[in-house]
């Protein structure tokens, strides 16, 4: 508290990020970021980026990433959004979608936990849709009719932190069934083996995609995201962010984006190894006797039934193994674990064979 602080400061929570720490040899499996380095094609294009223009404010529209976005989903640039990080957008997207005369967001009691810092940073009522007792989204309950008309809908797919998964059809359902509002579909995790959703945006211009370059693109360093929907919607979220920041994405980040999306065959190597390592992954803790998620993520979710939660990531970070615990109601029994090499496989399952003994 500090008699500086405006209003709103002290009543904030604010999220809370996975440990950061660059420790030696520590084995980070805590944010799902991605094992294997970013293309070689995008060092270079950081380093032909990286010159005098760089007096140079960069383009504000980031209009080759929008291109390059709009020729791997084949469609039209002006219905992609860049922003720095996903993380960025999905604060436009509260901000220019979800402000509707106080009615509330509709969103799962299990996903990722932003949503909720952003309904209290923009006075956005909050209504939870409990997911099933297998931590499933049940499409059904977002169909309505609602109990108050909802200002919007938003899931991640793959749901985070479950790793589960909701079928394309189901998603056409929600948005069919909610023609009136915005349903928001984060897909930070669609490249590990989920369907994007992009392909349903002719039928419902009510669907609003988000992406990151940070976790299947190996980016989360340089803060790229992005929104894909009709150009209307594309249109409000550039009225906000050129309210906030004309120039979110720096050139070297442009330039990095760029470059990743235009190598897809080292995406599909390092991706293809990740969801190999992670039924690997899935098969060794059930070795163990965890009970695990099905995920189409790059981490899986797991527990165990004789080891508390909150004890065995304590004790794993005692080891020098980070994952990540969430004290929270129905899944504080759980570890979220990133999907690493099969070399992160083995040390992690054996510090764990040992700690549970
Ligand atoms: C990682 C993640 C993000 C944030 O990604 P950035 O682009 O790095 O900000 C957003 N949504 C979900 C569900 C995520 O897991």
Known sequence: MSRYWGDEVASLSPYVAGEQSKAEGLLKLNTNENPYGPSPRVIEAIGQAAGPNLRLYPDNTSKALRQAVGQLYDIDPDCVFAGNGSDEVLAHVFKALFRRQGRPLLLPDITYSFYRTYCQLYDIPVQLVPLSDDFAIVPDDYAGPHRQPPAGIIFSNPNAPTGRVLALAEIAGIAAANAD?????????????????????????????????????????????????????????????????????????????????????????????????????????????????????????????????????????????????????????????????????????????????
């Open 181 to 357: 509002i915005p349903v928001v579909v984060d897909e930070a995790y669609v490249d590990f083996g989920a369907e994007s959703a992009v392909t349903l945006l002719e039928q419902r211009p009510n669907l609003v995609v988000v992406q990151t370059l940070s976790k299947s693109r190996s980016l989360a360093g340089m803060r790229v995201g992005l929104a894909i929907s009709s150009p209307t919607i594309i249109e409000g979220l550039n009225r906000v962010k050129d309210s906030f920041n004309s120039y979110p994405l720096d050139t070297l980040a442009q330039a990095a984006a760029v470059a990743a999306l235009e190598d897809p065959s080292y995406f599909d190597e390092t991706r293809q190894a990740i969801m190999r390592e992670r039924d690997d992954l899935t098969q060794q803790l059930a070795a163990l006797g965890f009970e695990v998620l099905p995920s189409m993520a790059n981490f899986v979710f797991a527990r165990h039934p004789q080891h508390d939660g909150g004890e065995l990531a304590r004790a794993l970070r005692a080891q020098n193994v980070l994952v990540r615990h969430f004290n929270l109601p129905r899944i504080d029994q759980f570890l979220r674990i990133t999907v690493g090499t099969p070399d992160d496989s083995r040390r992690l399952c054996s510090v764990l064979k040992r700690i549970m003994g």
